[in-house]
């Protein structure tokens, strides 16, 4: 299993749009992908399960993936994360490293 | 945060009479309005910023589940009303099933925070199959407000 830390850089989180765009990148990948918060997990093809992670501006999420492009989906998705979902917005969390 | 603190319970509704996306997007907002949720004047408005936001991408989030949602200035605090359709309705999911069960949310401009933690709270609840079973099956407003303080109360979700 691979895994990275990601912090949600746009200012309104994790919410609907961006959830759905997570779950849409995910397609064409084999590879499971998942996000975690604390305790909580979620399917990174699931909206529902992204949405209930309640992850605000400035969360730290641990992503994980398993299967022969685990590597690759984790880029993508870090992509995202690094472009802060093309939301044109002042974030009061720190840049990316 | 919990249902009762965003769901204005007048604004339940059991068995919608819509039959199309716009339709019980129009029904809810209804809702909302007779249960004094927002301005009159506003109604028309509030309507075409929620189709609009339908239009970046259905929140037809799958499952049978559709969060049709929008900020506003008509609304001081987030606001959101529970809509279930028995036979379903084509919302343009992203899985293309049919949504049987609606929460609609109106929030005031600059408090992602509250909007956040609202779908965080309902797709919680959701995602425990009885409480999703349970609503979908519900016939009056009874049925749907006794679920969801029941929900508020720790009896369903992880």
């Known amino acids: 299993m691979l895994t990275k830390e990601l912090v949600v850089l746009n200012r309104s989180g994790i919410h609907a749009r961006v959830s759905t765009m997570i779950a849409q990148r995910c397609r064409g990948f084999a590879s499971e992908v998942r996000l975690r918060h604390g305790n909580a997990v979620a399917d990174c093809r699931s909206v529902l399960d992204l949405l209930s992670l309640g992850a605000s501006n400035g969360t730290t999420l641990l992503l994980e993936a398993v299967g022969e492009d685990a590597a690759e989906v984790i880029e993508a998705i870090s992509a995202l994360f690094a472009i802060r979902f093309n939301e044109d917005e002042e974030s009061t969390a720190p840049p990316p490293k | ?158």
Do not use: W
């Not at chain 2, 249902?3 to 029904?27: Q, W, Y």
């Open chain 2, 1 to 158: 945060m919990k249902f009762a603190d965003f769901i204005l319970s007048d604004a339940v509704r059991a068995e919608v009479s819509a039959t199309d996306k716009p339709g019980v997007i129009r029904e809810m907002l209804q809702a909302i309005l007779d249960a004094d949720g927002m301005k009159k004047a506003d109604y028309e408005g509030i309507v075409q910023a929620v189709i609009k936001r339908e239009e970046l991408g259905s929140t037809g989030i799958g499952r049978g589940i559709a969060v049709p949602h929008t900020k506003h200035p008509s609304v001081k605090r987030l606001v959101g009303c529970v809509a279930v359709s028995a036979d379903g309705i084509d919302f343009e999911a992203l899985d293309c099933e049919k949504v049987q069960l609606f929460f609609l949310l109106i929030s005031p401009p600059d408090a992602p925070g509250d909007h956040l933690r609202a779908l965080e709270h309902i797709t919680r609840q959701l995602k425990d199959d009885t409480f999703c079973r349970f609503l979908k099956q519900s016939k009056t407003k009874e049925d749907i407000l006794s679920l969801l303080e029941e929900a508020d109360n720790n009896m369903f979700g992880k």
